[in-house]
C-alpha cells in the first residue's frame, strides 16, 4: 500500500520559485532511493533529479543543475525539490518516484502536481 503524494505545485511567472513536496507512506523510506520526474504536454516524461537512499548523493538533470535543489527527510518520509530561476520551458506535471535500488526501476509513483510558468 505505497502512497506518494506530491503537493506545492502552482502558476509562477518566469524567474520565480516554488517548493514541491512528496510525502510518502507505507514505504521503507529510509531505503529508498527517491527521484522527481516531469512531463510537459505533448513531451515524454523526463528525468528531474534523484537522491541515493545510501548515501543521499544527488544527480540532477543537466537542464536543471544549479536552479533545482533536492533534499530528503526520513524522519518525515519526505522529499523536497525546490525549485529557483524558473523559465517557461519548466512547465509540465512533476511526479515524484520511489525505489529500493540504485539504478533500479521506480516501482512507486505520485499522482504528480503541475507546475506552469509564464513569461
Do not use: H
Not at 509562477?12 to 527521484?35: D, E
Amino acid at each position: 500500500q505505497v502512497q506518494l503524494v506530491e503537493s506545492g505545485g502552482g502558476s509562477v511567472q518566469a524567474g520565480g520559485s516554488l517548493r514541491l513536496s512528496c510525502v510518502a507512506s507505507g514505504l521503507t523510506f529510509g531505503r529508498a532511493t527517491m527521484a522527481w520526474f516531469r512531463q510537459a504536454p505533448g513531451k515524454e516524461r523526463e528525468f528531474v533529479a534523484v537522491i541515493r537512499w545510501n548515501d543521499g548523493i544527488t544527480t540532477y538533470a543537466d537542464s536543471v543543475r544549479g536552479r533545482f535543489i533536492m533534499s530528503k527527510d526520513n524522519a518525515k518520509n519526505t522529499v523536497s525539490l525546490q525549485m529557483n530561476s524558473l523559465k517557461p520551458e519548466d512547465t509540465a506535471v512533476y511526479y515524484c518516484a520511489g525505489s529500493y535500488r540504485n539504478g533500479g526501476q521506480y516501482n512507486y509513483w505520485g499522482q504528480g502536481t503541475q507546475v506552469t510558468v509564464s513569461s
